[in-house]
């Protein structure tokens, strides 16, 4: 009885194995005739093409979708903006996990309030891939149009100093890269501080952050860094140094 199970666990594994295969080689064969498609579509039809393409069953044309947006972004007039922003909040509700990290890593290419507020959102109640594209994101994520961007950097800060105490080191990471990418002078001190974290990989974040943009407030910080045990590290420092 135990040998006529485990060979029809066997024989299952086997065939779901198969199936997810197939299925995969479905996948692709029906996004390369999506992107056939949309090559073809007219420049002024592709927008509400891609309303379609971003309600789509198939996880990888749904990604697609994101890449063509992000595309029309240049170009477009303020109604397209908009339109290219709604579908991006949309698809950053995603239920796949991997279609929902990539929407939230192109918000940081809209310039647009709710963008900001939504990668705020995401960074305490997304999954840890998703904290860590939102913390990624929001450093970067550029307010042109807003009357006073100071106060989306401090608010963005403030945001991104609370990251720095969630479990994941992936998240730690991300928020301290994006604190680089911040150009804000209050970044400074606490990259610094990360400087005397445990994990390397966060250690590597802030002194590249540093070197991105150093500042003499850290000086003693930065020399103390030089003895770090990682090479990476040791490297940022050096060049923080040298601007």
Sequence with gaps: GAEWLALRTVYFSDRARRLNDELQRAEQSILQLHR????????????????????????AVRTQAITWLLELVPEGNAADKKAVADLLLLLSRDGVETVQRQAVLALERIDDPRAFERL???LVRGQPVVRA?????????RQRSS?????????ALIALEEALGDP???????AAASLGSLDYPDAAPILAGLLRHHAD????????????NPSARVLSAIFTGLDDPVANVRFSLVAALGK
């Design 133 to 141: 594209a939102a913390a990624r994101s929001l450093g970067r994520c």
């Design 36 to 59: 056939t498609l949309y090559a073809r579509t007219p420049a002024n039809d592709r927008l509400s093409h891609l309303g379609t393409l971003a309600q789509s069953e198939y996880a």
């Design 120 to 122: 705020l959102e995401l």
């Design 147 to 155: 009357a006073d961007v100071q106060a989306f950097k401090q608010r």
């Design 201 to 212: 990989v966060v250690r590597q974040a802030a002194a590249a952050a540093l070197e991105q």
């Design 168 to 174: 994941h080191l992936a998240v730690v990471a991300s």
